[in-house]
Structure formats: C-alpha cells, structure tokens
C-alpha cells in the first residue's frame, strides 16, 4: 500500500477560550496539522461561535494552516473578511449558498483553498457540476452544531463513495482534494475512518477535552498517528 499524507485538525471548538492563544500555539507545538476553526451563527446551526476577529487573532498565534468550517447562512459576505483575517482553507455547506459555484469561486479568488461540508444527511449529488472547484471535501460524522457528539457510523460507506469519487477525479487528470472527516473522531475509531478513505481528521474533545496525562496534546496527537500508522503499517505521518 502507498504510503499517504494524514493531517490532524484540532477544532479550537473545545479550546479553553479564555485561553485561545495559547491553546493554539500547544497544539502547533504537539504536530497538529491544521487548525479547524468552527463558525456558527445561531441560524444555520444552534450555538454561536467566533468569526473573523478571533481568526485574525489566532493567525498571529501560529504559522499552521487554518481550515475554516463556515456554519453560517448566508456565505458569501464572510468570505473576503475569513481570507483578510488570515484563513487559508474556507469551506460551507452548500444548502447555505444560493449559488455554490459562485461562493466557491470568491473562495479560491480570495487566495484560499475551498471546499463543500456535507452533513450526515446532505446527499453528494452537490459534488456533481464543481470537482474541478474543489480542494476538499469535509464529511461531517455528526450533526453539525456542538462538540463532543457519537460520530455516526453511516458516515462510513458516504466516506468511501466520496473517495471513489475523488480518486476517479484524480485518475482522469483533476487536481488533489483533500477527504476531510469532522465529528465524534477519536484515537479508536480514527483508523477505521482512514481506512474508509479520509485522509484528514478533525478532533475537538478528542484533542483539546483530553490531553495526554503524561504527554498533554503531543500525548494524544502522537496516539492519533500511531493509529494511522498502524492502518497503513507504518508511513503514516507527514505534513503536505
Ligand atoms: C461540530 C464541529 C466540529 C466539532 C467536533 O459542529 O464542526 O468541528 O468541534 O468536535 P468533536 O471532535 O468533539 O466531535
Ligand atoms: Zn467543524
């Protein structure tokens, strides 16, 4: 088996906030990948959360890519203030953009890689006109809203038709797209979530609710790798 690129994204969601800055440089400084940055706007989703300001903010705290998980309707208005606050990846649910070609277009003009979110229940037929505008793809393995929720085991078969997907995409000249999962990701079912085709991982309370009590985030990250690793047996660590 080839050896494959696995990225671990933290959500700040399970941050202690009152102490962001440096909950993010912790987990730069543990291997964290990315840092998966939720939005919510008490409107497409029930909880309210951060948005630009707190991006911008987090920017000056670490050099790792940010992932902008934008739970929020409507979408284009915040895209230009996500890219000038710092964001390097911006995905949104496509029931929550009137025209997902162009929202995904304001994206990548902004500088950003893009990508589409599918919850538990969104049907993938939203991938059908726009693979070539993509640069990930995030299955959401709960319904999106809240930490610390199961991950939901239907998620597994749309993870394996969405790589099917991605990797025809591939086979006929298209470009890389990432295969992001976002929801109850923990070290015991992380393999099995690889295993189904997604190649970056997004863990809030996984991460942030339970650091190692030895290792703190180093701890748990280097748990999160080995799981890969032995999914793949051996090679599973990298950045890219
Ligand atoms: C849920 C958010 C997730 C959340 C994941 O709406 O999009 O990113 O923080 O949290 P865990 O890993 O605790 O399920
Ligand atoms: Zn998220």
Same mark, same amino acid.
């Given at each position: ?61 670490? #050099?790792? /890519? !940010? ?11 915040? %895209?230009?203030?996500? +890219?000038? @606050? $710092? ?86 000249? #298209?470009? /890389? !797209? ?11 079912? %992380?393999?099995?979530? +690889?295993? @189904? $085709? ?43």
């Amino acid at each position: 088996m080839k050896p494959q690129t696995f990225r671990i994204a933290p959500s700040i969601l399970s941050a202690d906030f009152s102490r962001l800055g440096d909950e993010v440089r912790a987990i730069e400084a543990a291997g964290a990948d990315l840092v998966h940055f939720d939005v919510m706007d008490n409107h497409y989703v029930p909880n309210l959360t951060v948005g630009p300001m707190v991006c911008e903010a987090v920017r000056r705290c670490v #050099g790792i /890519p !940010i992932d902008v998980h934008l739970m929020v309707r409507p979408v284009d208005r915040l %895209v230009g203030d996500f +890219a000038k @606050a $710092g964001a390097n990846l911006i995905t949104f649910h496509p029931e929550a953009s009137d025209h997902i070609d162009r929202t995904l277009s304001l994206i990548r003009e902004a500088g950003c890689k893009a990508g589409l979110v599918f919850n538990p229940a969104t049907p993938l037929h939203y991938l059908d006109h726009v693979m070539d505008r993509l640069d990930m793809v995030l299955l959401m393995s709960v319904n999106p809203g809240f930490g610390g929720q199961s991950f939901i085991a239907s998620t597994l078969p749309k993870i394996r038709a969405v790589r099917q997907r991605i990797d025809a995409h591939a086979a006929a000249g #298209g470009q /890389p !797209i990432w295969l992001e999962v976002d929801g109850g990701i923990k070290i015991d079912n %992380v393999a099995e979530v +690889a295993r @189904a $085709g997604a190649d970056t991982f997004v863990a809030g309370s996984a991460v942030f609710g339970a650091p190692d009590p030895d290792g703190g985030y180093r701890g748990v990250i280097s748990r999160f790798r080995k799981a890969l690793e032995s999914r793949e047996g051996g090679g599973g660590k990298g950045k890219g």
